[in-house]
Protein backbone atom coordinates (compact mmCIF):
# COMPACT_ATOMS: atom_id res chain seq x y z
CA UNK A 1 0.00 0.00 0.00
CA UNK A 2 1.47 3.98 -1.02
CA UNK A 3 1.59 5.86 1.73
CA UNK A 4 -0.64 8.68 1.88
CA UNK A 5 -0.12 12.03 -0.66
CA UNK A 6 0.53 15.58 1.05
CA UNK A 7 -2.49 17.42 0.52
CA UNK A 8 -2.99 19.04 -2.63
CA UNK A 9 -2.20 22.83 -2.55
CA UNK A 10 -4.89 25.52 -3.20
CA UNK A 11 -4.82 27.04 -6.36
CA UNK A 12 -5.82 30.60 -7.80
CA UNK A 13 -6.09 31.46 -11.21
CA UNK A 14 -4.88 34.89 -13.23
CA UNK A 15 -6.80 36.02 -16.40
CA UNK A 16 -6.06 38.87 -18.52
CA UNK A 17 -9.26 41.08 -19.97
CA UNK A 18 -10.29 39.92 -22.96
CA UNK A 19 -10.07 42.19 -26.15
CA UNK A 20 -13.25 41.19 -28.45
CA UNK A 21 -16.44 39.36 -27.94
CA UNK A 22 -15.03 35.93 -28.90
CA UNK A 23 -12.08 35.97 -26.71
CA UNK A 24 -15.34 37.19 -23.77
CA UNK A 25 -17.22 34.16 -24.74
CA UNK A 26 -13.75 31.84 -24.05
CA UNK A 27 -12.83 33.64 -21.20
CA UNK A 28 -16.55 33.07 -19.74
CA UNK A 29 -16.12 28.98 -20.81
CA UNK A 30 -12.90 28.97 -18.96
CA UNK A 31 -13.95 30.44 -15.78
CA UNK A 32 -17.07 28.11 -15.78
CA UNK A 33 -14.68 24.74 -16.23
CA UNK A 34 -11.71 26.33 -13.07
CA UNK A 35 -14.61 27.97 -10.70
CA UNK A 36 -15.96 24.86 -9.51
CA UNK A 37 -12.52 23.78 -8.23
CA UNK A 38 -12.94 25.76 -5.80
CA UNK A 39 -10.40 28.41 -5.96
CA UNK A 40 -8.58 30.53 -3.38
CA UNK A 41 -9.48 33.42 -6.08
CA UNK A 42 -9.42 34.33 -9.59
CA UNK A 43 -7.60 37.28 -10.58
CA UNK A 44 -7.66 39.52 -13.77
CA UNK A 45 -4.94 41.74 -14.80
CA UNK A 46 -4.52 45.24 -16.10
CA UNK A 47 -2.88 46.43 -19.16
CA UNK A 48 0.76 48.13 -19.34
CA UNK A 49 -0.21 52.01 -18.58
CA UNK A 50 -3.83 50.96 -17.33
CA UNK A 51 -4.43 50.08 -21.33
CA UNK A 52 -6.94 47.72 -20.06
CA UNK A 53 -8.85 50.04 -17.18
CA UNK A 54 -12.94 49.65 -18.59
CA UNK A 55 -11.63 45.92 -20.54
CA UNK A 56 -10.71 45.00 -16.71
CA UNK A 57 -13.83 46.34 -14.92
CA UNK A 58 -15.67 44.68 -16.88
CA UNK A 59 -14.40 41.62 -16.65
CA UNK A 60 -14.33 41.31 -12.61
CA UNK A 61 -17.50 42.81 -12.49
CA UNK A 62 -18.55 40.01 -15.08
CA UNK A 63 -16.91 37.22 -12.79
CA UNK A 64 -18.30 38.66 -9.54
CA UNK A 65 -21.77 38.11 -11.08
CA UNK A 66 -21.54 34.53 -12.45
CA UNK A 67 -19.19 32.94 -10.39
CA UNK A 68 -18.80 32.14 -6.56
CA UNK A 69 -15.36 32.15 -6.41
CA UNK A 70 -13.49 35.78 -4.60
CA UNK A 71 -12.29 37.77 -7.31
CA UNK A 72 -9.37 40.14 -7.15
CA UNK A 73 -8.59 42.98 -9.70
CA UNK A 74 -4.81 44.19 -10.50
CA UNK A 75 -4.48 48.22 -10.15
CA UNK A 76 -1.54 50.04 -11.49
CA UNK A 77 -0.67 53.62 -11.35
CA UNK A 78 1.29 54.27 -14.29
CA UNK A 79 0.07 57.24 -16.29
CA UNK A 80 -2.84 57.90 -13.90
CA UNK A 81 -3.62 60.77 -11.28
CA UNK A 82 -4.27 59.62 -7.57
CA UNK A 83 -7.78 60.60 -7.86
CA UNK A 84 -8.20 58.21 -11.03
CA UNK A 85 -6.80 55.63 -9.34
CA UNK A 86 -8.92 56.13 -6.75
CA UNK A 87 -11.88 55.97 -8.56
CA UNK A 88 -11.22 52.90 -10.04
CA UNK A 89 -10.60 51.37 -6.69
CA UNK A 90 -13.55 52.68 -5.53
CA UNK A 91 -15.54 50.88 -8.64
CA UNK A 92 -13.74 47.76 -7.76
CA UNK A 93 -15.09 47.87 -4.09
CA UNK A 94 -18.79 48.63 -5.19
CA UNK A 95 -18.89 46.05 -7.69
CA UNK A 96 -18.14 43.57 -4.59
CA UNK A 97 -14.25 43.21 -5.12
CA UNK A 98 -12.43 43.14 -1.43
CA UNK A 99 -8.82 41.93 -3.67
CA UNK A 100 -6.68 43.97 -5.04
CA UNK A 101 -3.47 43.18 -7.09
CA UNK A 102 -1.25 46.44 -6.02
CA UNK A 103 1.34 47.08 -8.88
CA UNK A 104 3.62 50.00 -9.70
CA UNK A 105 3.14 48.59 -13.28
CA UNK A 106 4.77 48.63 -16.71
CA UNK A 107 4.66 51.81 -18.87
CA UNK A 108 2.58 52.17 -22.21
CA UNK A 109 5.58 51.93 -24.10
CA UNK A 110 7.81 48.76 -23.49
CA UNK A 111 11.52 49.49 -22.30
CA UNK A 112 10.36 53.03 -21.31
CA UNK A 113 11.45 53.94 -16.97
CA UNK A 114 8.71 54.82 -15.03
CA UNK A 115 8.13 57.90 -14.33
CA UNK A 116 5.68 58.44 -12.02
CA UNK A 117 2.40 61.01 -13.16
CA UNK A 118 2.89 64.21 -11.47
CA UNK A 119 -0.14 64.00 -9.65
CA UNK A 120 0.05 60.25 -9.47
CA UNK A 121 0.83 57.39 -6.48
CA UNK A 122 4.98 57.32 -6.49
CA UNK A 123 5.04 53.38 -6.98
CA UNK A 124 3.25 50.14 -5.21
CA UNK A 125 4.33 51.32 -1.69
CA UNK A 126 2.60 54.78 -1.60
CA UNK A 127 -0.25 52.90 -4.04
CA UNK A 128 -1.02 50.30 -1.47
CA UNK A 129 -1.28 53.24 1.24
CA UNK A 130 -3.65 54.50 -0.57
CA UNK A 131 -5.62 51.67 -1.19
CA UNK A 132 -5.54 51.28 2.97
CA UNK A 133 -7.13 54.70 3.41
CA UNK A 134 -9.76 54.08 0.62
CA UNK A 135 -11.36 50.59 2.45
CA UNK A 136 -10.29 47.51 4.04
CA UNK A 137 -8.74 45.28 0.91
CA UNK A 138 -7.13 42.55 0.88
CA UNK A 139 -3.79 43.44 -1.32
CA UNK A 140 -1.61 41.24 -2.66
CA UNK A 141 1.92 42.81 -4.45
CA UNK A 142 4.25 40.90 -7.02
CA UNK A 143 7.23 39.19 -6.21
CA UNK A 144 10.31 38.29 -8.15
CA UNK A 145 12.18 35.24 -7.17
CA UNK A 146 14.83 35.95 -9.51
CA UNK A 147 15.00 40.17 -9.41
CA UNK A 148 13.11 42.35 -10.82
CA UNK A 149 14.75 43.72 -14.36
CA UNK A 150 15.02 47.22 -12.84
CA UNK A 151 15.87 45.99 -9.23
CA UNK A 152 19.92 47.65 -8.66
CA UNK A 153 20.49 44.35 -6.43
CA UNK A 154 18.67 41.23 -5.23
CA UNK A 155 19.22 42.68 -2.07
CA UNK A 156 17.51 46.21 -2.77
CA UNK A 157 14.61 43.74 -4.53
CA UNK A 158 14.00 41.95 -1.51
CA UNK A 159 14.19 45.53 0.57
CA UNK A 160 11.82 46.68 -1.82
CA UNK A 161 8.95 43.63 -0.97
CA UNK A 162 9.57 44.43 2.43
CA UNK A 163 8.52 47.44 2.30
CA UNK A 164 5.15 46.78 0.38
CA UNK A 165 4.67 44.16 2.92
CA UNK A 166 4.98 46.58 5.90
CA UNK A 167 2.89 49.03 4.37
CA UNK A 168 -0.03 46.80 4.17
CA UNK A 169 0.29 44.21 1.90
CA UNK A 170 -1.65 40.65 2.98
CA UNK A 171 0.88 38.15 0.60
CA UNK A 172 2.92 38.37 -2.61
CA UNK A 173 2.31 36.34 -5.60
CA UNK A 174 5.52 35.50 -7.28
CA UNK A 175 6.44 36.15 -11.33
CA UNK A 176 6.53 32.85 -12.83
CA UNK A 177 10.03 30.32 -12.61
CA UNK A 178 11.00 26.83 -13.94
CA UNK A 179 12.60 24.97 -11.55
CA UNK A 180 11.34 24.60 -7.59
CA UNK A 181 14.54 25.16 -6.57
CA UNK A 182 14.46 28.97 -7.55
CA UNK A 183 11.37 29.84 -5.38
CA UNK A 184 12.50 27.34 -2.70
CA UNK A 185 16.00 29.71 -2.51
CA UNK A 186 14.02 33.18 -2.74
CA UNK A 187 11.73 31.78 0.11
CA UNK A 188 15.01 31.43 2.18
CA UNK A 189 16.61 34.48 1.36
CA UNK A 190 12.79 36.48 2.00
CA UNK A 191 12.37 34.92 5.80
CA UNK A 192 16.38 35.61 6.16
CA UNK A 193 15.16 39.63 5.07
CA UNK A 194 12.06 39.37 7.68
CA UNK A 195 9.47 38.83 5.28
CA UNK A 196 7.18 36.38 7.35
CA UNK A 197 4.15 36.77 5.18
CA UNK A 198 2.66 34.47 2.68
CA UNK A 199 4.84 34.16 -0.35
CA UNK A 200 2.70 32.46 -3.06
CA UNK A 201 4.54 30.71 -6.20
CA UNK A 202 3.09 31.72 -9.74
CA UNK A 203 3.05 29.02 -12.47
CA UNK A 204 2.91 29.19 -15.73
CA UNK A 205 2.37 26.29 -17.77
CA UNK A 206 3.89 26.64 -21.36
CA UNK A 207 0.72 26.56 -24.07
CA UNK A 208 2.73 27.92 -26.89
CA UNK A 209 6.72 27.63 -26.68
CA UNK A 210 7.92 30.89 -28.47
CA UNK A 211 5.74 32.84 -26.36
CA UNK A 212 6.18 31.82 -22.84
CA UNK A 213 10.39 32.16 -24.04
CA UNK A 214 9.92 35.73 -24.75
CA UNK A 215 7.39 36.39 -21.50
CA UNK A 216 10.63 34.53 -20.15
CA UNK A 217 13.10 37.00 -21.44
CA UNK A 218 10.37 40.27 -20.46
CA UNK A 219 10.96 39.52 -16.92
CA UNK A 220 13.85 37.87 -16.49
CA UNK A 221 12.86 34.47 -15.90
CA UNK A 222 15.75 31.71 -16.83
CA UNK A 223 14.75 29.24 -18.81
CA UNK A 224 17.11 25.98 -18.11
CA UNK A 225 19.08 24.36 -21.09
CA UNK A 226 16.90 21.14 -20.55
CA UNK A 227 13.61 22.27 -20.49
CA UNK A 228 14.52 24.00 -23.81
CA UNK A 229 15.53 20.58 -25.00
CA UNK A 230 12.61 19.15 -23.85
CA UNK A 231 10.12 21.21 -25.67
CA UNK A 232 11.96 21.94 -29.17
CA UNK A 233 9.93 22.16 -31.85
CA UNK A 234 6.32 20.85 -29.91
CA UNK A 235 4.68 24.29 -31.18
CA UNK A 236 4.18 21.74 -34.26
CA UNK A 237 2.91 18.79 -32.23
CA UNK A 238 0.54 20.84 -29.91
CA UNK A 239 -0.84 17.26 -28.60
CA UNK A 240 2.30 16.24 -27.41
CA UNK A 241 3.08 19.65 -26.28
CA UNK A 242 0.16 19.44 -24.20
CA UNK A 243 0.89 16.69 -22.47
CA UNK A 244 4.40 17.34 -21.74
CA UNK A 245 3.51 20.63 -20.56
CA UNK A 246 1.26 19.31 -17.77
CA UNK A 247 3.78 16.52 -16.81
CA UNK A 248 6.47 19.85 -16.16
CA UNK A 249 4.31 21.48 -14.45
CA UNK A 250 2.67 18.98 -12.27
CA UNK A 251 6.84 17.90 -11.29
CA UNK A 252 6.94 20.98 -10.27
CA UNK A 253 4.27 21.60 -8.35
CA UNK A 254 5.04 18.53 -6.53
CA UNK A 255 8.23 19.31 -5.64
CA UNK A 256 6.86 22.56 -4.60
CA UNK A 257 4.31 21.11 -2.12
CA UNK A 258 6.91 18.47 -0.84
CA UNK A 259 9.08 21.36 0.52
CA UNK A 260 6.33 22.72 2.09
CA UNK A 261 4.34 25.12 -0.34
CA UNK A 262 0.68 25.20 0.71
CA UNK A 263 -0.81 27.68 -1.94
CA UNK A 264 0.05 27.99 -6.26
CA UNK A 265 -1.37 30.94 -8.47
CA UNK A 266 -1.68 29.62 -11.70
CA UNK A 267 -1.05 31.96 -15.04
CA UNK A 268 -4.12 30.19 -17.12
CA UNK A 269 -3.45 32.92 -19.91
CA UNK A 270 -7.38 32.40 -20.48
CA UNK A 271 -6.75 29.01 -21.19
CA UNK A 272 -8.37 26.13 -18.79
CA UNK A 273 -6.84 22.29 -20.12
CA UNK A 274 -3.82 22.95 -18.24
CA UNK A 275 -5.11 24.36 -15.33
CA UNK A 276 -8.21 21.56 -15.31
CA UNK A 277 -5.27 18.84 -15.43
CA UNK A 278 -2.62 20.42 -13.10
CA UNK A 279 -5.72 20.51 -10.58
CA UNK A 280 -6.67 16.95 -11.15
CA UNK A 281 -3.19 15.84 -10.64
CA UNK A 282 -2.30 17.46 -7.39
CA UNK A 283 -5.78 16.60 -6.17
CA UNK A 284 -5.89 13.47 -7.00
CA UNK A 285 -6.83 10.88 -4.01
CA UNK A 286 -4.04 8.71 -3.09
CA UNK A 287 -3.69 4.83 -4.63
CA UNK A 288 -3.59 1.74 -2.35
Known amino acids: MSLPQPPGPGLSFEFFP ?3 PKMAEALRQTASVLAPLGPRFISVTYGAGGSTRDRTLQTVADLVRDT ?12 ATRAEVDAV ?24 PFIPHPDGYTGAIDLITGLRRIAPFEISVAAYPETHPAALSPAADLDHLKAKIDAGATRALTQFFFEAETFLRFRDRAAAAGITTEIVPGILPIGNVAQAYRFAEMCGAHVPDWMRRLFD ?4 HPGARA ?3 TAVTAELCRQLRDNGVTDLHVYTL ?3 DAALALHRLLHAGTAS
Do not use: F, Q
Not at 68 to 79: K, M, N, R, S, Y
Not at 233 to 236: A, C, F, H, W
Open 243 to 245: MVT
Open 233 to 236: GLDD
Open 18 to 20: PKT
Open 89 to 112: ARAYWDAGVRHIVALRGDPSEPGA
Open 68 to 79: DVPVAGHLTCVD
Open 270 to 272: NRP
